[in-house]
């Protein structure tokens, strides 16, 4: 049973999240294409060369959508601002990508919804990656300038702010292991994005701070890094994973330094005087936001390039996507990130949740106790003493799951995707209960 709100410090707040290109539609509303609808139209990258063209057509449906919202009990809702719907050359704004905001901000208020803002959740505009994307420094002076025109016109009716949702994910997944737009694998490009996509939030907190905005954070992803044995070369393969994923970023934004075991590989390919740019990296912060899902499992590889590592399956129930169901892997997060970089700053878990081959007419059971065993986690790190405020659940709908397309379904509710009919699941109810007040 999914734990009752009530069994949580008074005032933790209770979210769904969404992204932007995930169910908006980027056909609709004058949005530019970005550079995940060029990723999508080249064959190999995205399952059934499935893109983000309709989506869940949020863009007409969102009022429905927040009905979902807040008919679940939820507080909250995070969603985020699509850069090359705002800006579709990626510098000139578009009118109608400021009023659709301006419209889903004022709908989160005649709800009575708390609007957590994530402005950077990838859709970069594809002139912008033209021009060598977060490879190139000019990319986080332009980040700037959309900062703070969506602040301009959104900024006095949101929560809070969270600059960058996943740098790993915008810098190494996507150009080291290339399994996401722009699709490359190259160790250079990797190294400049991974410092880059940081400078891009410094200049962001900067810009923002001008503007007087407060609450003022950036989206983080953890996934625990097991060494497939006790050997030495395994376990430095779990440590330099551990470094590359889970605290390249923290270390940089909350100690101001990258750390050494991911320097090994990286530091001959970052941009020339990165150290320079790591006092506006690591000003303060309001909050962190903790996106968690799973554990890998290392191995050494020896007869490959640095990192030198590879996977090993585990053992442990896994869900649609293949990722283990691991919500120890939370609670140590949250205790660690509190212990060695966080020590006291609000944290939120801003994403957890599970795809399941889900059916409107079958029940995500399944769900219910992925939800119950990562709500626990959470107990247990704010038993731990750990400063956390409140818990997002990914995601409230079916959607574009990047490079899985369609397939793989995360949501709360159901999404047909022919009719686009939405049909709340057995889990939907089930923290419709846990929510409840009285
Ligand atoms: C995270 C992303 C989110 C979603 C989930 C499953 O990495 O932030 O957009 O795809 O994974």
Redesign the pocket.
């Given at each position: 049973m999914i734990p009752h709100r009530a069994s949580f410090p008074e005032g933790f707040v209770f979210g769904a999240?969404t992204?932007a290109y995930?169910i908006e539609g980027s056909s609709f509303g004058g949005a530019g294409p970005s550079h995940w609808d060029t990723f999508a139209a080249t064959p190999g990258n995205v399952k059934h060369a499935d893109s983000g063209a309709i989506a869940c057509d949020h863009y007409h449906r969102w009022a429905e959508d927040l009905d979902l919202v807040k008919a679940a009990g939820f507080d909250a809702y995070r969603f985020s601002t699509s850069w090359s719907r705002v800006m579709p050359d990626g510098v000139t704004i578009n009118p109608e990508g400021l009023d659709f905001y301006d419209r889903l901000v004022d709908g989160m208020a005649a709800r009575g919804l708390r609007p957590f803002l994530t402005l950077y959740?990838?859709d970069l505009p594809a002139a912008l990656s033209d021009k060598g994307g977060w490879r190139n420094r000019e990319t986080c002076h332009r980040f700037g300038d959309f900062t703070e025109e969506v602040i301009r016109r959104i900024g006095d009716r949101v929560e809070t702010v969270a600059t960058i949702?996943?740098p790993w994910?915008v810098a190494w997944l996507s150009h080291f292991l290339g399994a996401h737009a722009p699709g490359l694998r190259d160790i250079r490009a990797a190294a400049r994005a991974m410092h880059h996509i940081l400078l891009a939030h410094g200049v962001a907190i900067e810009r923002l701070r001008a503007l007087g905005q407060k609450n003022l954070g950036i989206?983080l992803?953890f996934d625990h890094a097991s060494p497939a044995s006790d050997r030495a070369e395994d376990l430095r393969a779990a440590a330099v994973q551990d470094a590359i994923f889970n605290r390249w970023f923290a270390q940089a934004i909350f100690q101001g330094s990258y750390p050494d075991l991911a320097l090994e590989g990286l530091a001959p390919h970052l941009p020339p005087r990165w150290q320079s740019d790591l006092p506006l990296i690591g000003q303060k912060l309001d909050w962190l936001g903790v996106?968690y899902?799973t554990r890998h499992i290392h191995a050494a590889a020896p007869d490959t390039a640095w990192p030198a590592t590879r996977e090993v399956p585990g053992p442990l129930p896994k869900t649609q996507?293949g990722w283990e169901i691991y919500p120890e892997g939370l609670q140590g997060f949250l205790t660690r990130l509190e212990r060695d970089y966080t020590k006291g700053l609000p944290l939120y878990v801003t994403?957890n949740?599970m795809?399941n081959d889900d059916h409107a007419d079958i029940p995500d059971t399944v769900r219910e106790s992925f939800i119950a065993g990562h709500f626990q986690a959470a107990q247990n790190a704010i038993a731990a003493g750990v400063n956390l405020r409140g818990f997002f659940y990914?995601?409230l709908l079916d959607?574009y799951?990047?490079a899985?397309g369609y397939e793989?379904r995360?949501g709360l509710v159901h999404v047909d995707y022919n009719t686009q009919v939405r049909t709340p699941k057995a889990s939907w109810h089930a923290l419709q209960r846990a929510l409840a007040r009285n």
């Open positions: 999240a992204a995930q959740h990838w949702n996943e994910c989206v992803n996106n899902y996507m994403e949740g795809a990914w995601s959607n799951e990047w899985e793989k995360f």
